[in-house]
């Protein structure tokens, strides 16, 4: 595989020659992402059209996601990282701890049209004044639920979580105990007490400016003991069920597919992957975020879904903006990657993909969903790798009954707090 895709790079990267290197500027460059193959194919594309336009030569360096992330931190070491590269959001405080990570790229800002993205998508990709990367797409959790199921049961499409533990007994009685309205295990359901936690406090999990859980013991016990009572009330299977089933993703489990499984809780990016495995006939649709009452926040949990950023090392790195703004900005390239990295953050990339009618209306709707919301903003610090395997053993542990969630809670934001220590 690896000789495969080293020969697919080499071939790609003599394909990417430009019409002409007499220019002075020419540049010879590298790029580096991950992804599935229809990205692998856009993004050449898109990079013969970026690199003709200024004559520069850019080899690309693709690979899956597995693995991805080891390969960037070794080559980050070496020094040998590409000039331009795809970085996923959760890394910056790996490897730009001070912001010295990577360029700079606000120096180059007569070359990168930064009009294009909001502020709060800039300040995404700012670490300590520093804008080490640019928010290619925007991604969030969005409710998701099965229209057609929810009808036959006769309940409506839940507004509120009362609204979806309310469901649980009804379509278990007019469509049998196999129904479920709701479902929730590892990350979802981690995910899950994260939203409703943020709704009650106002407060996400980690508090940028001290990098320390922001929840008390007894607001993260009450999010934990919510999960529980949404498998006792039967609203989702419980974490020892889904585990015994194989801990299937959702887009392979065949009770999803049938409409057993009514409802999720999904990146908006994911509508497609988890709309095609569904029987035919059945309709799923996105929905505002389910709501306490007296919430302080809707808590919506939204991110750059990756990052372009550029080698602090980059022997050229004006040449590297150029190919950069070229490929987030202009209508051609725009119109070539479509929506294969989610639906663009620039404005003009979008409003591209819109008038070609290259985004489907409820891909359009589902994004709109995570748009909307208000939430106090969230630290890429949750998704490190320390965080999240403290969260998801002791959750899990509680889930399995062996310990309080007074307990688990205690645990948790301890041992998060200590991960977390200097960073």
Not at 149 to 160: C, E, L, R, S
Not at 173 to 193: M, N, S, T
Not at 286 to 305: F, M, N
Not at 308 to 332: G, W
Request: proline share 5%; charged share 25%.
């Amino acid at each position: 595989m690896k000789t495969l895709i080293m020969t697919a790079a080499l071939f790609a990267a003599t394909s990417l020659s430009p019409l002409s290197l007499s220019t002075a500027s020419a540049a010879n460059l590298r790029m580096s992402w991950w992804g599935s193959d229809d990205r692998h194919i856009a993004t050449q594309e898109a990079l013969k059209i970026c690199g003709a336009k200024f004559g520069h030569t850019i080899a690309p360096e693709f690979t899956g996601f597995q693995g991805h992330q080891e390969k960037v931190a070794t080559q980050l070491a070496g020094r040998t990282e590409a000039d331009i590269m795809q970085i996923n959001w959760p890394w910056l405080p790996l490897f730009s701890k001070s912001g010295d990570g990577f360029a700079d790229l606000n120096q180059f800002k007569d070359i990168i049209d930064l009009s294009q993205w909001s502020k709060s998508d800039l300040d995404d990709g700012t670490v300590k004044g520093k804008l080490n990367g640019i928010s290619v797409s925007t991604t969030g959790r969005v409710f998701m639920f099965n229209k057609t199921t929810y009808d036959k049961a006769g309940v409506p499409i839940p507004k509120t979580w009362d609204d979806l533990i309310a469901a649980a007994p009804v379509m278990k009685e007019k469509l049998g105990k196999e129904y479920f309205p709701f479902e929730g295990a590892a990350l979802d359901a981690r995910l899950v007490v994260v939203l409703r936690t943020t709704q009650k406090t106002g407060k996400d999990l980690i508090d940028p400016a001290t990098n320390k859980v922001a929840w008390t013991q007894a607001e993260l016990a009450e999010g934990l003991k919510f999960y529980q009572t949404l498998v006792d009330k039967g609203v989702i299977e419980s974490w020892k069920t889904v585990a015994a089933g194989g801990n299937k993703p959702l887009h392979e489990n065949q009770k999803w597919a049938k409409g057993q499984i009514a409802g999720t809780y999904q990146w908006d990016s994911t509508y497609g992957k988890i709309a095609t495995p569904m029987e035919k006939g059945q309709e799923l649709v996105p929905v505002k975020l389910l709501t306490i009452e007296g919430a302080k926040t809707d808590g919506v949990y939204r991110k750059p879904s990756m990052l372009f950023s550029i080698s602090k090392n980059s022997k050229d790195p004006k040449a590297a903006a150029q190919v950069l703004n070229c490929l987030l900005n202009d209508p051609e390239a725009a119109k070539i990657l479509g929506a294969t990295r989610g639906i663009p953050s620039s404005k003009v990339a979008l409003d591209t993909l819109n008038k070609e009618g290259k985004v489907k209306p409820v891909q359009l709707e589902a994004y709109k969903r995570v748009m909307e919301p208000t939430s106090p903003g969230v630290s890429p610090l949750n998704e490190h790798p320390r965080v999240t395997e403290v969260f998801d053993t002791n959750f899990e542990a509680y889930a399995y009954g062996q310990q309080s969630a007074e307990d688990t809670a205690e645990e948790i934001i301890a041992g998060i707090n200590d991960a977390l220590t200097g960073i």
